[in-house]
């Protein structure tokens, strides 16, 4: 433990023009879902802009609702998408040890201060006595407010009792970059619990001693904390301490935008979408944007475009949706974007079965043809198998082409017959295949979509297929011809 951490300040003082120092901290409750992991987004790129400091601090001291391996998830999904500290847990920092679990000490330090400047006292009550005053606020149709019920003498605090502040209920106006100017009455500022009886203090006392220790000059937090947020100023004044710059971020809500997201509706765990073919850069470009926009009509937007343009003043007021169907076409996007080479690295994991044999040119063959149609990584299987392995007849799939169920199987068949004649002779590059097709199409009277997709389904027996020029030239002459055969004789 640093020197400065060991000895408290009291003077924290934001100054007009700051290199930024803002933190992520969350809870190892579970896994990170979408809401959080934009929190982390949002004060990252505030300190990137400028140069500064982006922490990553663990704040662990709901020891009941721990869930293990958390801290490991919540690292793992960070590094994920492209987001890196500069200070925090595993990487260290001047302000160490970055686990709340660790900085015991310190809060207590902090609680005993504010126990000798009388802004502190024991609370002497048990459960069931809360209880009752809580019944009886409700019985007389009055608000519950723990600061009604101060014992006149309270016993000395040893740690074997709850510790609570003892707030100064006022008025209080302030600034929050993203809500603007917000107000509020004494009603909304109560007396709270600082440090458990399990000597854990709670979040509403330790993140501010750790953000006024650490330097933290931007805090960036959820929309269900602002209601809170007058306690916290009315602590910041019992420590003696100047507010940080406070950014509230607008839930992320549901697609039908009449509830926030949670797991039910979508709030699956940041890693999975890597393991379901997303890829890191569009999830960054989808959360970047949920709930902020440079004033332009762009819509894809890299790391760096991010920095460079990214303002908490362009962060809307109102939730924002999450559209899964807009983070699809994100990535079908940024999937377009990346070089053959590095498409090919990052698909690694996702090649079909039968492709495992297959050389690495052959497969790079395959991904430069199917590029433009993957949506996800986890496309791939269903459109490349066949370019590895026999695909089996099927033709039931006709039926699910609007214009080849209106033709008999026996017409049907003709047509494969014909079109295996014609490309018996054909050089088989793509500009032979193509010409040859296209004589066809002349030769049997058939509309390209009848005749293009009947061939495409004879070879492949697929949903979707890339041009049909380029599959067949890439599946190859004999292979072409062996399965044009085998279909005709499944009709």
Not at 95 to 102: F, M, R, T
Not at 200 to 212: A, K, L, V
Not at 243 to 269: C, E, F, S, W
Request: hydrophobic letters at 35%.
């Amino acid at each position: 433990m640093s020197e400065e951490t060991n000895t408290p300040t009291t003077n924290y003082q934001t100054p007009t023009t700051i290199t930024p120092r803002t933190r992520f901290a969350p809870s190892p409750t579970g896994y990170m879902h979408v809401g959080g992991v934009r929190t982390a987004l949002f004060a990252w790129l505030v300190a990137q802009k400028d140069g500064g400091t982006f922490i990553l601090r663990i704040e662990d001291t709901d020891k009941v609702r721990e869930v293990p391996g958390s801290i490991e998830q919540i690292e793992k999904s960070l590094r994920w998408l492209g987001i890196e500290w500069t200070e925090g847990v595993d990487v260290g920092g001047p302000y160490a040890p970055y686990k709340q679990s660790e900085r015991l000490d310190i809060y207590t330090e902090w609680a005993h201060k504010l126990v000798d400047s009388g802004r502190a006292y024991a609370d002497p009550y048990s459960k069931e006595e809360l209880e009752d005053f809580r019944n009886s606020a409700i019985a007389n149709k009055k608000p519950f407010l723990y600061r009604d019920h101060r014992p006149e003498n309270p016993p000395v605090w040893d740690g074997t009792l709850p510790l609570r502040f003892k707030s100064d209920p006022k008025d209080y106006q302030w600034t929050d970059v993203v809500m603007g100017d917000l107000s509020t009455g004494p009603e909304a500022i109560d007396d709270f619990i600082l440090i458990k009886s399990d000597g854990y203090p709670t979040y509403n006392f330790c993140h501010i001693i750790d953000d006024m220790l650490m330097g933290i000059t931007h805090v960036l937090r959820s929309q269900e904390f602002i209601s809170t947020t007058p306690k916290f100023l009315n602590l910041y004044e019992a420590l003696g301490i100047d507010r940080p710059i406070l950014a509230t971020l607008p839930y992320v809500m549901a697609i039908d935008g009449k509830k926030k997201l949670g797991k039910r509706d979508g709030a699956k765990n940041i890693l999975e979408y890597g393991y379901d073919g997303y890829l890191p850069e569009a999830m960054m470009n989808f959360l970047a944007t949920l709930g902020w926009n440079d004033g332009t009509e762009q819509e894809i937007f890299s790391a760096e475009e991010l920095i460079a343009k990214f303002s908490l003043d362009r962060v809307q007021r109102s939730p924002a949706r999450f559209d899964e169907k807009r983070l699809l076409w994100l990535n079908g996007q940024w999937i377009r974007k990346l070089s053959l080479d590095d498409l090919y690295k990052r698909c690694a994991n996702f090649w079909p079965e039968s492709a495992a044999q297959a050389s690495d040119n052959a497969k790079k063959q395959v991904l430069s043809l199917v590029q433009d149609r993957l949506k996800t990584l986890a496309d791939l299987p269903l459109l490349t198998a066949y370019f590895f392995a026999e695909p089996t007849p099927d033709w039931t799939m006709t039926s699910d082409n609007k214009q080849l169920a209106k033709i008999p199987r026996e017409e049907l068949n003709d047509l494969l017959i014909s079109a295996k004649s014609a490309l018996e002779n054909s050089d088989f590059d793509a500009e032979s295949i193509q010409i040859t097709l296209n004589a066809l199409i002349d030769t049997t009277g058939q509309k390209p979509g009848v005749l293009f997709s009947l061939i495409r389904l004879a070879v492949s027996w697929a949903p979707f297929s890339p041009a049909l020029n380029d599959t067949l030239a890439t599946l190859g002459h004999d292979t072409v011809q062996s399965r044009l055969q085998t279909a005709i004789d499944a009709a």
